[in-house]
C-alpha cells in the first residue's frame, strides 16, 4: 500500500480482555517502531524491529505488552488482560532504514484503544 | 520518559501571522526532527536538522537548532488555518542503543481565519 496501514482504527475492550492491534508497514521498510499515546502527550516508545527481528523491547510498561514481526512486514502488538491505564492510541511506524534518527519515519493512523 | 517539552504548551493566532514553537531536550543527539499531527490522525513528517547543522528551511518551515542550548525552534511563516495541529519535536539520543525517536509533549496550534 502506499503508507503505513493499522487495524483496527477503534476498539474498546472490556478490563481483562485480550486485544492485538495489526500493523502492515509500507513494503521493503526495514525498521518497524511501536508507540504509545496518551491523551494530550508526545508519542512514546514501546519496541523496535529490525526486519523480524526485535531489537528493543525496553518501552512495553508491562509483560501483558507482546509484539511480534515474524516475516519481517506485518506486527502485531498483542496486550493481554487490558487494563483502563493501556487506553491510549497506539501508533505504528516504518522507515526503509536500520533505526529512525537518520531518516523520516512513516506513521500510521493509529489505533485507539478504550478499556471499560 | 520524553526528551523534550515543547513550549508553549497551545498556541492561538489569526491566519497570516507567523507561529513560533520552541523544544527543548536533555541529551546529546544525533539529529532532530519537527512532525505534526491533526485531530486524531497520526504524525507527518515535516523536517530533519542534524546535530551539525544550525538552520534548515522548507516552504514556509524555518527551523533552528542551538545544541549548546539543547533546543530547537520551528517558525511557520504566513500561517494559514490548515496549519491547525499539534506539533512535536522529536530527537534521536546520540549513542542511544536503536535510534528511536523520543518525543516532546508538543505545541498545540491554532489558526483562526
Given at each position: 500500500g502506499a503508507g503505513v496501514?493499522?487495524?483496527?482504527?477503534?476498539?474498546?475492550?472490556?478490563?481483562g480482555q485480550d486485544v492485538a492491534l495489526r500493523c502492515d508497514p509500507i513494503s521493503g521498510h526495514v525498521s518497524l517502531f511501536w508507540y504509545q499515546q496518551a491523551l494530550g502527550q508526545g508519542p512514546e516508545f514501546l519496541t523496535y524491529f529490525q526486519n523480524e527481528a526485535q531489537l528493543d523491547k525496553s518501552g512495553l510498561p508491562s509483560d501483558r505488552f507482546f509484539a511480534e514481526r515474524p516475516e519481517g512486514s506485518?506486527?502485531?502488538?498483542?496486550?493481554?488482560?487490558t487494563q483502563q491505564e493501556d487506553s491510549a492510541v497506539y501508533l505504528c511506524a516504518s522507515s526503509p532504514l536500520a533505526g529512525q534518527g537518520n531518516t523520516e519515519a512513516f506513521f500510521g493512523q493509529g489505533t485507539r484503544l478504550t478499556v471499560v | 520518559s520524553q526528551q523534550g517539552e515543547e513550549d508553549p504548551q497551545a498556541l492561538s493566532i489569526q491566519e497570516g501571522e507567523n507561529a513560533t514553537m520552541n523544544?527543548?531536550?536533555?541529551?546529546?543527539?544525533?539529529?532532530?526532527?519537527?512532525?505534526r499531527q491533526n485531530s486524531g490522525r497520526g504524525l507527518v513528517h515535516l523536517i530533519l536538522i542534524r546535530s551539525n547543522e544550525r538552520e534548515k528551511h522548507s516552504g514556509r518551515l524555518r527551523v533552528t537548532l542551538d545544541t549548546s542550548k539543547k533546543s530547537s525552534s520551528l517558525l511557520i511563516t504566513a500561517s494559514r488555518a490548515a496549519d491547525t495541529a499539534s506539533?512535536?519535536?522529536?530527537?534521536?539520543?546520540?549513542?542511544?542503543?536503536q535510534g528511536n525517536l523520543i518525543f516532546g509533549k508538543g505545541t498545540k496550534l491554532s489558526v483562526k481565519p
Open positions: 496501514s493499522q487495524s483496527p482504527r477503534y476498539k474498546v475492550a472490556k478490563r506485518v506486527s502485531t502488538l498483542k496486550i493481554q488482560r | 523544544c527543548s531536550y536533555k541529551t546529546s543527539i544525533n539529529n532532530l526532527q519537527w512532525y506539533y512535536f519535536c522529536a530527537t534521536d539520543e546520540y549513542g542511544g542503543s
